[in-house]
């Protein structure tokens, strides 16, 4: 069984995620596999360095992310172009991982977390999505005292993202992470044990 477990900014898709972890689910970061995509070994580095020029490689010989980004902020046709790079190279590199976590356990729970899980096409990998949500304006709260951010920053990333009601859509399982992590707790173990096919 694979899960795709999405949801926007500050909903608390990761805390949800080490939730899974802990009952017993193999969770795969697609943000960690993002950070790792630009290793000079890897397909994607030569495809981004040929696309945006030498200059976004440091003097570490490492993709400098700080650069690439400023060629690709706020300049859709060139996120477009990095995105067409990266995301096919994150989509391989979990298929080998949960191919890998499956043949040692055929009955495991693979959860591929993913912000952009809808957006890259990542959902169609998947047996189920997961997509925990909170309203916008909790959201802006929680982001601004956790991240140190400002309201619009917040607010323009909300903007950015698919909504709530575009996600809860397309989602088998919708968490509400609008209470405590308590209740959050409660909510995640509820749907792992639906899952299961356990009592509540």
Same mark, same amino acid.
């Given at each position: 069984?694979?899960?795709?477990?999405?949801?926007?900014? =500050? %909903?608390?898709?990761?805390?949800?995620? $080490?939730?899974?972890?802990?009952?017993?689910?193999?969770?795969?970061?697609?943000? $960690?596999?993002?950070?790792?995509?630009?290793?000079?070994?890897?397909?994607?580095?030569?495809?981004?360095? /040929?696309?945006?020029?030498?200059? &976004? &490689?440091?003097?570490?010989?490492?993709?400098?992310?700080?650069?690439?980004?400023?060629?690709? #902020?706020? *300049?859709? =046709?060139?996120?477009?172009?990095?995105?067409?790079?990266?995301?096919?190279?994150?989509?391989?590199?979990?298929?080998?991982?949960?191919?890998?976590?499956?043949?040692?356990?055929?009955?495991?729970?693979? &959860?591929?977390?993913?912000?952009? @899980? #809808?957006? +890259?096409?990542?959902?169609?990998?998947?047996?189920?999505?997961?997509?925990?949500? &909170?309203?916008?304006?909790? =959201?802006?709260?929680? +982001?601004?005292?956790?991240?140190?951010?400002?309201?619009?920053?917040?607010?323009?990333?909300?903007? %950015?993202? @698919?909504?709530? =009601?575009?996600?809860?859509?397309?989602?088998?399982?919708?968490?509400?992470? %609008?209470? *405590?992590?308590? +209740?959050?707790?409660? /909510?995640?173990?509820? /749907?792992? $044990?639906?899952?299961?096919?356990?009592? %509540?």
């Amino acid at each position: 069984m694979i899960i795709g477990l999405t949801g926007g900014i =500050a %909903s608390g898709k990761s805390t949800a995620a $080490k939730m899974l972890a802990s009952l017993g689910a193999h969770v795969i970061d697609a943000d $960690k596999l993002g950070h790792r995509v630009y290793e000079p070994q890897r397909p994607a580095f030569a495809a981004v360095v /040929a696309e945006f020029g030498d200059d &976004v &490689v440091g003097d570490d010989g490492q993709i400098d992310r700080r650069v690439l980004g400023g060629k690709v #902020f706020g *300049d859709e =046709a060139a996120l477009g172009r990095l995105t067409a790079i990266v995301w096919p190279e994150i989509r391989r590199m979990a298929a080998d991982e949960i191919e890998s976590v499956l043949a040692e356990d055929a009955g495991r729970v693979v &959860v591929l977390e993913a912000a952009v @899980l #809808f957006e +890259a096409g990542w959902d169609s990998t998947v047996d189920q999505v997961w997509c925990v949500v &909170v309203a916008p304006e909790v =959201a802006i709260a929680r +982001a601004t005292a956790r991240d140190g951010i400002d309201a619009e920053a917040v607010q323009a990333r909300i903007d %950015s993202q @698919l909504s709530n =009601a575009e996600r809860t859509a397309r989602a088998d399982v919708v968490i509400d992470n %609008s209470g *405590d992590e308590a +209740a959050l707790q409660a /909510a995640v173990t509820q /749907a792992w $044990k639906a899952l299961n096919g356990e009592p %509540s």
